[in-house]
């Protein structure tokens, strides 16, 4: 893969990479063709220095910058932030709001970390975009997520709190003010766009990764 030594403007979505596992490498190059300001936890490291992108920020505890230095060598310029916490994936956060970044495409595994925790209290002061599993999760913070789409793609919906009701258009199932609090399938009915609404409440909405994914 080519790097992509370019000038980055922070209104782009940065990309920040803690599991490198989360997103096959043919929909993490689509998510660089942005050319995002790249971070990288030291959990995700070395495999992403095996994929040969440049990387822009290395996340990192106090213990390992010395070991690291010489082996970021060939990513210079890069910087490379220490903290003290072990929590790698959240000082990354850290990073990104110090640097008023606005949005994120984040690579986490949503069971062993608390990404999906981190999303919904950051949802005010930050766009993120989680994947995982090659599955693209979206925190539908005011119930509202509307799509172009094509007939047949599948999304998960996923509740968060009692008393959702939930419309939708464009599926085969239309639900007007239908409660769920267990997640459920739409398959959609059209190409074209479709609507999922709440009454206002939050959810998660989950799709399989297209090659539409940094839109």
């Not at 739409?186 to 709440?198: H, I, N």
């Amino acid at each position: 893969m080519s790097s992509h030594h370019i000038v980055r403007d922070e209104q782009e979505p940065a990309l920040l990479i803690d599991d490198p596992k989360t997103l096959s490498l043919e929909f993490v190059e689509l998510l660089l063709e942005w050319s995002p300001t790249v971070v990288v936890t030291t959990n995700a490291l070395d495999e992403v220095l095996h994929w040969g992108i440049k990387i822009d920020v290395v996340i990192a505890q106090f213990e390992q910058v010395e070991a690291l230095k010489p082996r970021l060598k060939p990513q210079s310029p890069v910087k490379l932030l220490a903290f003290e916490s072990n929590d790698l994936l959240n000082a990354g956060f850290v990073y990104l709001l110090d640097n008023q970044y606005p949005a994120v495409n984040v690579l986490a595994d949503i069971f062993n970390t608390q990404i999906l925790d981190m999303v919904k209290e950051l949802s005010t002061e930050l766009d993120v975009v989680l994947f995982y599993n090659n599955q693209k999760w979206v925190y539908v913070r005011r119930g509202l997520f509307q799509k172009w789409v094509s007939t047949g793609q599948v999304f998960g919906i996923h509740p968060i709190v009692p008393g959702t009701f939930f419309k939708s258009e464009g599926f085969y199932i239309e639900m007007e003010n239908e409660s769920y609090l267990e997640p459920f399938e739409l398959r959609a009915e059209v190409t074209g766009k479709v609507r999922v609404q709440s009454n206002e409440k939050p959810f998660w909405l989950i799709e399989e990764v297209q090659t539409d994914v940094y839109r």
